[in-house]
């Protein structure tokens, strides 16, 4: 995490975009809030097991390829943290709270970032649930999407600013 006060000046191909640490905070954790919202079990979800949280990962290290310099900064302040603090145990993450902050981050993206680098953040926060539901679905019978998922996708979209 950042430090208190802390700005992150992110330099895209047009101009560079100055984050607080608040906002950079928010950018950088909610990848993996919403891998845990999209992996843990619910009412009508399918079972989840390792293979859909890893898919998750997989999908959020795949914004490392992506033609945007915000997703591809994200992507490397993931997976640089490194302070010292172990991390926490895996604990269940609210939707409710995941697509607040998809919304708050639609504001941040909105005030800050260059709309090019707002749609590509928000497409591949949704390709990183959509994976891990994907993952999921491939382990039921007939291998469609359940319904929940399909709900919870429509509503990350939503939140998203993508629908």
Request: proline share 7%.
């Amino acid at each position: 995490m950042s430090k208190r006060g802390e700005r992150i000046t992110i330099t895209t191909t047009t101009t560079p975009t100055i984050y607080s640490a608040t906002e950079w905070d928010l950018l950088t954790n909610l990848p993996g809030r919403v891998i845990v919202a999209t992996a843990q079990p619910g009412p009508g979800r399918p079972f989840r097991g390792v293979a859909a949280g890893l898919a998750g990962l997989d999908a959020m290290a795949a914004g490392r390829a992506f033609d945007s310099d915000l997703v591809r900064a994200v992507v490397a302040a993931i997976y640089s943290r490194h302070d010292g603090v172990p991390a926490p145990a895996a604990q269940l993450v609210d939707p409710v709270d995941v697509l607040a902050g998809c919304r708050a981050v639609v504001r941040v993206l909105g005030r800050r970032a260059d709309p090019a680098d707002s749609a590509a953040y928000r497409q591949w926060v949704q390709s990183v649930a959509a994976r891990v539901c994907r993952t999921a679905s491939a382990m039921t019978p007939g291998g469609a999407l359940a319904p929940a998922d399909r709900r919870f996708l429509d509503r990350l979209g939503g939140a998203l600013a993508l629908r």
